[in-house]
């Protein structure tokens, strides 16, 4: 578990599923994303996301708001293999819409950024989102993230024509 001032990150629990779904069912958190899934899909990432937190000791955490214990999405580190730059430490973050441009996902990838360094033997920690979606980007920077255009690439999971293909990448290195 990490503490930031507003923002318990932990591992999911069985009352998050629900309020998980909502987060990943809705259209607008999933624009940037390839799309919302459903609550069978959500709770097999819940599952998947627990299983990496209890194999790695650490991966994407469900981010509870202190001021109201409300799920608001999740940030988190995970041991990435399958994406073109791994293998890499990569830094994420999803968040409900209307948690969203409050300040969370740069307090939590702060916190996780600096908890990787502190904690994992990698000499630098890696981010991408898609090449348009500029907010995800504004973050990584204000965490002290740089881009990496040597590592930008095509998502493999999205058709060649789909508008969020191009991925961009970003580096924090070992401080």
């Given at each position: ?33 390839g ?15 627990n299983a ?58 702060r ?43 095509d998502?493999?999971a ?18």
């Open positions: 578990m990490i503490e930031t001032d507003r923002l318990i990150l932990r591992a999911f629990r069985e009352e998050d599923r629900a309020p998980l779904a909502a987060i990943n069912g809705d259209p607008r958190v999933g624009e940037w994303l799309g919302a899934i459903d609550r069978t899909a959500s709770d097999a990432l819940l599952d998947r996301l990496e937190i209890a194999r790695d000791g650490f991966g994407f955490f469900a981010a509870e708001r202190k001021a109201d214990s409300r799920l608001v999405g999740m940030i988190g580190i995970r041991a990435q293999k399958d994406a073109p730059p791994a293998p890499c430490l990569e830094l994420g973050w999803r968040l409900a819409v209307e948690a969203q441009g409050q300040g969370y996902a740069t307090e939590g990838a916190a996780l950024l600096d908890w990787g360094f502190a904690t994992q033997g990698n000499d630098e920690i890696l981010a991408w989102t898609a090449a348009s979606n500029l907010r995800s980007q504004a973050v990584m920077r204000r965490i002290g993230m740089d881009p990496d255009p040597a590592r930008d690439f998502h493999p999205l058709a060649e024509d789909h508008p969020l293909r191009r991925h961009v990448v970003f580096v924090a290195k070992r401080p």
